[in-house]
């Protein structure tokens, strides 16, 4: 008995990433990945063009077509993937089963950094009577049996700490009502994560705080100087570092870096300043990234790096590669990215239902219009007409596939042109790409080598 075989021929989306024991076969769009040897990779490689139309049905060829095909390392000879590619981002970007949040309750901080792009710190703030109209939101977006996340921003979300643990409170008992599967995090200078916040934290909820160093201890206190207390340039690093060891005892910790020209020298001390207080064993990863031009006021020169400030993104890639190896050396994890969970469309603005609640209660997409004067009539006050708001729905205006570089990109489906925001205020620039694009034969061998031991299902052999 024959049957009628489809032609095959191999994705425009697998990345062959070199590992130490032969070789993952990646595939960007499926998320999927297989460790092979290189000359088991070759033969399936060689192996696809020649799968005839028809073909004996024998357990042999079921098998080869199965797993090639299952994971998305072949795709029939007809196949747009592109449109396939888009398909998944539309539907990830309508789905209303979960709701995603970034809070910024206020953008007042008691830190004041450099590359700061919040503007001039109002004072107007959400409050505890707010708290009824930002449930009533929230409540009004949820699906029964979805998903709720919300990442506490700001200024500094601590500063507005009854507010954040009132509001998360009552989401919780929302969320055993609906059925909702919640989760909350926090993005915080650290500065105010002592023991007993960390477990008033978790106890409502938040299960991840990111907590962020500018340099080694010197560089990182000129930096992060207090902007509150009595005395401006009080130091931060050492009282952070504290609160890192004490808050891991509740709460999940990331470490974010932000690299620039100016604290570029200083990170090898400082990541030998981490381990030395204990925290390779306290933190759930660390990760780096390139402080970049931001200046609402300035919208002609968004995101283009300044001399003597910031680094390219090519540059930051090359000193990315250095930075993780200076991770591994002392015993740290490097922070797997995101991208290698399909589903991930590489920023919430680009979802529907996503947005930022501002200070003001106003609904934006995007927390780099933290600051700014809303364009949108839309808030937690006054939501009704939020499905048919103008200067939302522009987001949906630029989609990634618009821009033909990213049409050919191996990494569109990861990727998603990466930032909207910058490809909404600046169309005619070149897409922001996020380092990975240039750096990705070096890291991705380590990510990959991490999901695998965490978690081996994840990987086939």
Request: charged share 20%; proline share 7%.
């Amino acid at each position: 008995m024959e049957r009628v075989m489809r032609d095959l021929k191999l994705s425009q989306y697998n990345l062959e990433v070199p590992a130490a024991a032969g070789v993952f076969w990646y595939n960007t769009l499926t998320g999927r990945s297989v460790l092979l040897s290189e000359e088991r990779l070759l033969l399936l490689k060689q192996l696809v063009p020649q799968l005839p139309r028809t073909a004996p049905e024998t357990p042999a060829w079921s098998a080869v077509t199965e797993f090639l095909t299952e994971h998305g390392f072949a795709v029939p000879a007809e196949q747009d993937e592109v449109a396939l590619a888009m398909q998944h981002y539309d539907q990830t970007v309508g789905a209303d089963a979960t709701l995603s949040l970034v809070i910024a309750p206020s953008l007042q901080c008691n830190m004041s950094c450099y590359y700061c792009y919040e503007g001039g710190k109002p004072t107007t703030a959400l409050g505890l009577p707010d708290a009824d109209a930002l449930l009533s939101f929230i409540a009004s977006r949820l699906t029964a049996d979805g998903g709720l996340g919300i990442t506490w921003f700001g200024g500094e979300p601590l500063l507005s700490k009854p507010f954040v643990v009132e509001v998360s409170r009552r989401l919780q008992a929302l969320c055993g009502q609906l059925n909702v599967t919640y989760a909350f995090r926090m993005v915080s200078n650290g500065y105010l994560l002592d023991a007993p916040t960390a477990a008033e934290l978790a106890q409502h909820g938040i299960g991840t705080v990111q907590v962020t160093f500018d340099g080694s201890r010197p560089l990182h206190d000129r930096v992060r100087r207090s902007s509150l207390g009595a005395v401006p340039s009080e130091p931060s690093f050492d009282r952070i570092i504290e609160n890192i060891r004490a808050a891991s005892e509740h709460l999940r910790i990331l470490i974010r870096i932000n690299v620039s020209r100016i604290n570029l020298a200083s990170m090898p001390l400082l990541v030998e300043q981490l381990a030395a207080a204990g925290l390779a064993s306290r933190v759930a990863g660390i990760y780096f990234y390139p402080v970049f031009h931001f200046d609402p006021a300035d919208e002609a020169a968004a995101y283009l790096p300044q001399s003597g400030v910031h680094l390219t993104v090519e540059q930051f890639a090359v000193e990315e590669r250095r930075l993780v190896e200076l991770l591994l050396a002392q015993g740290f994890s490097p922070f797997t990215p995101q991208f290698f969970t399909t589903g991930y469309l590489g920023c919430y603005a680009a979802i529907d239902n996503g947005f930022v609640v501002d200070y003001q209660g106003h609904l934006k997409k995007c927390d780099h219009e933290l600051g700014v004067e809303a364009e949108t009539a839309s808030s937690i006050y006054d939501f009704a007409h939020l499905d048919s708001d103008e200067s939302l729905l522009q987001w949906r205006s630029r989609r990634p596939d618009d821009n033909p570089s990213c049409r050919a990109c191996v990494f569109l489906p990861i990727c998603y042109a990466h930032c909207p925001h910058s490809n909404l205020l600046l169309p005619d620039q070149a897409p922001r790409c996020p380092s990975y694009k240039h750096n990705w034969r070096e890291l991705f061998p380590i990510y990959l080598e991490q999901r695998l031991s965490a978690d081996p299902s994840t990987v086939e052999h």
